[in-house]
């Protein structure tokens, strides 16, 4: 079965500081990978995502980057984090091909101060 | 890209009380999803249902495609059904994008 976990599940960081948010995905290959922000306890924003290794298309300009290293590895990074970057990010998976469900890792609370 | 509206944004339901929760899209879709988040921010996969109906023990869903709505239907609600309910649609244009309504925040209440 196809599990996907990410880490940390919490860290606080100070402003300007760098950020590193990884994902894994085991038992499938050549997945779609979605990095999305949930700010406010409210309304999930897609930021990134990718079908293939190299492949990274953003949603929203901001200071945040992706990669996409390996097959089933997903980095969310920042250089210098700002306020505005606290909140509750998610991973997620699905099958390369449309028309299949979509699935969450377990989350990372980012809080900067 | 594609839009997706939920409504009522908050529901107060007693214990034992159905609800209906509403999903609007701007386009049409090869893959519509609900969610339930739980208070720990989980995302629990409930439905993927870009046409018809499937229930699930007290819950069941209707996607109508082409007037471009799905309906979540929870009956005889219990308290942990209490959470913010997402649905996500991707449209058929071929793109990977999966884009989510703002959610519906249910509280149940004893």
């Known amino acids: 079965s196809q599990t996907i976990h990410q880490w940390p599940a919490t860290l606080v960081q100070p402003v300007g500081s760098p950020l590193s948010l990884e994902c894994t995905v085991e038992g499938t290959s050549n997945p779609n990978l979605y990095w999305y922000r949930q700010a406010a306890g409210r309304g999930l924003q897609l930021l990134f995502y990718s079908v293939g290794i190299g492949q990274i298309s953003s949603e929203v300009p901001q200071n945040l980057s992706a990669s996409r290293p390996q097959d089933r590895q997903f980095i969310l990074s920042s250089k210098k984090l700002l306020l505005s970057d606290s909140g509750f990010y998610l991973c997620a998976w699905r099958r390369l091909h449309s028309g299949n469900t979509i699935y969450f890792g377990e989350g990372s609370w980012l809080t900067v101060v | 890209g594609i839009q997706v509206e939920q409504s009522p944004p908050d529901l107060i339901l007693q214990e034992g009380a159905n609800s209906t929760l509403r999903c609007n899209f701007s386009d049409s879709v090869n893959n519509l999803q609900w969610f339930h988040q739980n208070p720990w921010g989980q995302l629990i996969n409930l439905f993927y249902i870009p046409s018809g109906t499937k229930q699930n023990g007290r819950l069941s869903a209707t996607t109508v495609a082409t007037e471009r709505y799905s309906l979540l239907y929870i009956s005889s609600s219990q308290t942990t059904d209490s959470g913010v309910y997402f649905c996500?649609?991707?449209?058929?244009?071929?793109?990977?994008?999966?884009?989510f309504g703002t959610g519906t925040k249910l509280q149940v209440i004893p």
């Open positions: 996500a649609a991707q449209n058929s244009g071929g793109y990977q994008k999966v884009t």
